[in-house]
């Protein structure tokens, strides 16, 4: 789809606007449509990362380490170029409209996202998951991966009939700068799981089913090392499901759950069939 370019005095309007500044992001209206308007942050604490690879060294998954999130001019610059990257391999991702040295200019996908429509049980949540995943698939046969494959970062168009997946969003750090592609490859999908699984309305065989088909389409790196991940992570299963204990611990899980039941049958599939 072309995207029309903004013009002088929409950028003199963005400049000048407090709103961005304020808020870090701001929706506006633009002769070239609706488009959002992303300032820079400050670069994030620490702390958190050492805690994350930490854990990550600890269960043996180092695509579960921490990404560096710079903040400032450098997270511009990295998530200008994802955006650019993904877009020149035809993924679903916002055109990038302008680069100013505080600020940077895309389109705007949409307010709604696929999270929010399965945690409201919308009528098309389960057919949105579904080709969500497949547009994954497609991304990483490009030779291609996301920042945070998240639920939350996949904008859904509500206005189509029927809705449709819009694209992906929020590209600040770059998992290549700690690991290997077919690592951050296996990442997206731990977090795609982690935060839809739990709140799917569909049987585990339906899930489970699902999941064996998208990972049939993936490279066999990819295939090897989520399978050494689900075995890794499988013992998180044990973790409370009631919702008291909050919904992270309840999707994790269920993503875990999900990954343990991988490991059962790729065991059950015998050496006559290995995942590779």
């Known amino acids: 789809m072309s995207v029309a370019a903004l013009s002088p005095a929409d950028l003199a309007r963005i400049a000048q606007s407090p709103g961005w500044r304020a808020h870090r992001v701001e929706v506006m209206d633009t002769a070239?449509?609706?488009?959002?308007?992303?300032?820079?942050?400050?670069?994030?604490?620490?702390?958190?990362?050492?805690?994350?690879?930490a854990a990550a060294r600890l269960i043996g998954a180092p695509l579960l380490q921490a990404v560096p999130m710079h903040g400032g001019a450098k997270a511009q610059q990295t998530e200008v170029a994802r955006l650019q990257a993904l877009h020149g391999a035809g993924a679903p991702v916002p055109r990038v409209l302008h680069v100013a040295p505080d600020h940077f200019v895309m389109q705007w996908l949409g307010a709604e996202h696929l999270g929010t429509l399965l945690q409201g049980g919308h009528p098309h949540a389960v057919r949105l998951w579904r080709e969500a995943g497949d547009a994954l698939v497609r991304l990483h046969g490009r030779g291609q991966y996301l920042s945070q494959g998240f639920a939350r970062n996949l904008i859904v168009d509500t206005s189509a009939n029927p809705p449709a997946l819009a694209g992906a969003i929020d590209f600040e750090d770059?998992?290549?700068?700690?690991?290997?592609?077919?690592?951050?490859?296996?990442?997206?999908?731990?977090?795609y799981l982690q935060?839809?699984?739990?709140?799917?309305p569909?049987?585990?065989?339906?899930?489970?089913?699902?999941?064996?088909?998208?990972?049939?389409?993936?490279?066999?790196?990819?295939?090897?090392?989520?399978?050494?991940?689900?075995?890794?992570?499988?013992?998180?299963?044990?973790?409370?499901r009631q919702r008291r204990y909050g919904r992270d611990t309840v999707a994790l899980q269920a993503a875990a759950a999900a990954a343990h039941r991988f490991t059962l049958r790729q065991g059950a599939a015998g050496a006559s069939h290995p995942i590779s």
């Open 32 to 53: 070239a449509g609706k488009v959002l308007v992303k300032g820079q942050r400050p670069a994030r604490a620490s702390t958190l990362y050492r805690a994350l690879n």
């Open 195 to 200: 935060s839809t699984v739990w709140t799917l």
């Open 202 to 240: 569909l049987s585990t065989a339906q899930i489970d089913a699902q999941l064996d088909e998208w990972l049939l389409h993936e490279a066999a790196p990819v295939r090897q090392q989520f399978a050494d991940a689900a075995r890794r992570l499988g013992w998180l299963r044990h973790l409370p």
């Open 174 to 191: 770059d998992p290549l700068d700690v690991m290997s592609l077919p690592e951050a490859q296996v990442r997206d999908w731990l977090a």
